[in-house]
């Protein structure tokens, strides 16, 4: 393999990682959802979620989180409803079928997460789980 820097090696193991899921969410009967979504969807409370909520979740935007959520209403995975404690504001919540969507979610990450466990090894995909760790959060100056 020729000589790539280190956010290249890291673009290219997440696109792997996330094709992976993507295929184990298809060979689970929901090909509509893509990781992105299934990720989006396991960020929502069993009560409801608002949407700036999910973005800070997610670590994107609202805008970006707002095109998520209309996705998945549009597949009938979510739907917005007033909030109760803020009458200006709404909450995210999962339908029945996104429940069910969110169950086969954990179940294909976590299928993907044992299989890279398992080519890794548990001491090596342990330490890779801390090194991605410290670096999706940097220590403060």
């Not at 996330?18 to 184990?24: K, P, T």
């Not at 700036?52 to 994107?60: F, V």
């Not at 959520?69 to 029945?96: C, I, M, N, Y």
């Amino acid at each position: 393999m020729s000589e790539q820097g280190l956010s290249r090696l890291l673009l290219e193991a997440f696109r792997a990682v996330d094709a992976e899921v993507g295929s184990a969410l298809a060979d689970r009967g929901s090909p509509e959802l893509s990781p992105g979504h299934a990720a989006a969807m396991l960020l929502v409370d069993r009560r409801g979620t608002r949407l700036t909520e999910l973005a800070a979740r997610a670590g994107i935007t609202k805008q970006a989180m707002m095109q998520v959520l209309d996705d998945l209403e549009a597949e009938g995975f979510v739907r917005r409803q007033p909030d109760s404690r803020d009458a200006r504001a709404k909450v995210v919540k999962l339908t029945a079928k996104g429940v069910r969507g969110r169950a086969e979610a954990r179940r294909a990450i976590s299928a993907v997460d044992a299989r890279v466990r398992r080519h890794l090894g548990g001491r090596r995909y342990d330490a890779m789980r801390e090194a991605l760790e410290s670096l999706a959060t940097p220590e403060e100056a």
